[in-house]
């Protein structure tokens, strides 16, 4: 079965800061690997993608992730953090085998970016 | 600016009284999801529209039921509210490329906060 894991609740990180949400992922064949950020009261935004092809993945706002085959993760990195960044995060993976596009979330991050 | 956009953002309803979320997008993708999202935990889905072909996720209780007129449009019905019904109900979308892979990102709507008395 197909599962995704944020083995954080929470992320503390002072503004400026490098920043880490962690992801860990579970499919059979090949992964397809997003992340989003949701805001109090708003809908999700995608942030980024991995579908094949580089490992290191730029997307909105400045983040990136790394997808590592090996380690079966997808973590959410940002060189420097921001308060405005302080949200819910959700790693989400869907199946290659997939033919509906459900996406299986993980059960999110907070991420709280202090001044 | 092409969105999805959903009405209204709050609703109140009250205990077994009917009520209907819609959901509308202008990104002419022919993939629309209704998820549901309580508390801060991650949006469960409850069913999806490829085109007109209903996909309904196995758990989805009875008393959800949707609809899709045409390609913009799409309905969530909630035939009897229950008090564990409240939540943040999220419409989605995305587009499905020829190759007939869910390689697309989806596009989210702000949400409609239902809350049941």
């Known amino acids: 079965a197909q599962s995704v894991a944020q083995p954080e609740d929470q992320v503390n990180v002072a503004e400026g800061n490098p920043l880490t949400v962690k992801c860990t992922y579970s499919?059979?064949?090949?992964?397809?690997l997003f992340w989003y950020v949701q805001y109090p009261n708003r809908g999700l935004q995608f942030l980024l993608k991995y579908i094949t092809g580089d490992n290191l993945v730029k997307g909105s706002y400045g983040f990136e992730a790394e997808f590592n085959k090996s380690q079966t993760s997808f973590h959410l990195k940002k060189p420097s953090a921001l308060v405005s960044d302080s949200a819910l995060y959700f790693c989400a993976v869907r199946g290659e085998s997939g033919n509906t596009g459900k996406l299986i979330f993980g059960q999110g991050t907070t991420l709280q970016v202090k001044p | 600016d092409a969105m999805v956009i959903q009405n209204p953002r709050y609703q109140v309803t009250q205990f077994g009284k009917p009520v209907t979320l819609s959901c509308s997008q202008t990104?002419?993708?022919?993939?629309m999801y209704w998820y549901q999202q309580k508390s801060s935990q991650a949006p469960k889905l409850l069913f999806h529209?490829?085109?007109?072909?209903?996909?309904n996720e196995a758990d989805t209780p009875d008393n959800f039921q949707s609809r899709r007129p045409n390609t913009s449009f799409c309905f969530l019905d909630i035939r009897s509210p229950g008090l564990g019904d409240a939540a943040m109900y999220l419409c989605a979308t995305a587009a499905r490329g020829s190759d007939r892979l869910f390689n697309y990102e989806q596009y989210f709507g702000p949400g409609t906060r239902l809350t049941v008395t």
């Open positions: 990104l002419n993708h022919n993939v």
């Open positions: 529209y490829y085109d007109k072909d209903f996909n």
């Open positions: 499919v059979s064949g090949n992964p397809y």
